[in-house]
């Protein structure tokens, strides 16, 4: 019942990312996120919504096992690990550190599950939220740059307190 909701969600981003100069998620690029990408996650149960205080949906996260394998070796593969994917907050929720909230909520999924890492792969031309992610504890593992791939900036962070 979300998913126009979440759809235009992700528009927005998608707009404000365009604002900002960069090319993450814009029409033409490599694996840009899609509406049936985002059916998918929910109908797999992997797609989690936050809502605020008056009800409205102020932000989406996708987490689950799925290590893509063209960025992440078979031995990472084998570790433990939760990844996050198509994380979004719109800016008026940005300043209430909703994101930061949103990766501890994934970081306690990990650790509820017995898993060692949280992981993610970040846009490679988006230095700031490669940024964002390593003020948030994760470390650059390495990038993969794969032509018809935008993303490709490995992150991960060891599961426990934050």
């Given at each position: 019942?979300?998913?126009?909701?979440?759809?235009?969600?992700?528009?927005?981003?998608?707009?404000?990312?365009?604002?900002?100069g960069l090319d993450q998620?814009?029409?033409?690029?490599?694996?840009?996120?899609?509406?049936?990408?985002?059916?998918?996650?929910?109908?797999?149960?992997?797609?989690?919504?936050?809502?605020?205080?008056?009800?409205?949906?102020?932000?989406?996260?996708?987490?689950?096992?799925?290590?893509?394998?063209?960025?992440?070796?078979?031995?990472?593969?084998?570790?433990?690990?939760?990844?996050?994917?198509?994380?979004?907050?719109?800016?008026?929720?940005?300043?209430?550190?909703?994101?930061?909230?949103?990766?501890?909520?994934?970081?306690?999924?990990?650790?509820?599950?017995?898993?060692?890492?949280?992981?993610?792969?970040?846009?490679?031309?988006?230095?700031?939220?490669?940024?964002?992610?390593?003020?948030?504890?994760?470390?650059?593992?390495?990038t993969i740059d794969l032509?018809?791939?935008?993303?490709?900036?490995?992150?991960?962070?060891?599961?426990?307190?934050?």
């Amino acid at each position: 019942a979300d998913l126009d909701t979440l759809e235009e969600l992700r528009a927005e981003a998608v707009e404000w990312l365009a604002s900002r100069g960069l090319d993450q998620w814009q029409p033409g690029q490599p694996r840009v996120p899609t509406r049936q990408t985002t059916a998918d996650a929910i109908a797999r149960g992997s797609c989690y919504l936050a809502y605020g205080q008056d009800g409205q949906l102020v932000g989406t996260i996708t987490v689950d096992n799925r290590a893509d394998p063209e960025f992440w070796t078979p031995a990472e593969r084998a570790e433990p690990a939760l990844y996050v994917h198509r994380m979004i907050v719109p800016r008026h929720a940005a300043a209430d550190g909703l994101g930061a909230r949103l990766l501890d909520w994934a970081n306690d999924q990990a650790a509820s599950t017995g898993k060692r890492w949280l992981r993610l792969d970040a846009w490679k031309t988006n230095v700031a939220l490669q940024r964002y992610y390593m003020r948030h504890g994760f470390t650059h593992v390495r990038t993969i740059d794969l032509s018809h791939r935008g993303s490709g900036a490995l992150f991960q962070r060891p599961v426990g307190p934050q």
